[in-house]
């Protein structure tokens, strides 16, 4: 019984002398120590690891209907319906059909701009790889089909959007 309490006691001396050594050192030397016994080099600011989140993001190839030109082509499409969108309902939507289609046409790639963008910004499809695929999909049908029906309605309902909204305010 002796034997095991000054075994006991020696193996516990010794540990606690080990854990006040390491203790008592800089936290500096402490990290050092670790990295240098570790199989990567201690680099300051932490170990740079690859093929994870530390690895620079790759460039997507130039294309001219991104960036600046795209940009430009909102603006333009933007100001551009002020005074469409006045000139369609000062003059008759059925003397001036080509104004009626600009119109729609105009106001259906207007909204189309501004669904993509909030797409592209909030359900990108590096952090929704399945919903952000099949949302853009959906988008790009969608605004097809309101394209169609916008001109089945110029050409073969009222008189066009023009006429459609002026009777509808009208009643």
């Not at 690895?55 to 940009?71: L, Q």
């Not at 082509?73 to 000062?90: D, I, M, S």
Request: some cysteine.
């Amino acid at each position: 019984m002796s034997s095991a309490i000054v075994a006991r006691s020696a193996f516990n001396n010794r540990l606690a002398t080990t854990f006040a050594r390491r203790s008592l050192r800089p936290l500096s030397q402490q990290v050092i120590a670790r990295y240098a016994s570790s199989e990567t080099a201690y680099v300051p600011g932490g170990p740079i690891y690859r093929g994870t989140v530390n690895d620079p993001t790759t460039f997507p190839p130039p294309n001219r209907s991104h960036g600046s030109h795209h940009w430009a082509f909102e603006r333009l499409l933007c100001a551009a319906l002020v005074p469409l969108t006045g000139a369609a309902f000062v003059v008759s939507g059925s003397a001036y059909p080509v104004l009626d289609g600009l119109l729609g046409v105009s106001l259906v790639m207007h909204s189309h701009i501004g669904f993509d963008g909030l797409l592209v910004d909030y359900v990108h499809p590096r952090k929704f790889p399945t919903i952000g695929p099949i949302s853009t999909w959906a988008l790009r049908a969608t605004t097809v089909a309101v394209l169609v029906g916008v001109y089945q309605f110029n050409t073969n309902d009222v008189a066009g959007l023009t006429e459609f909204i002026a009777k509808v305010w009208a009643a």
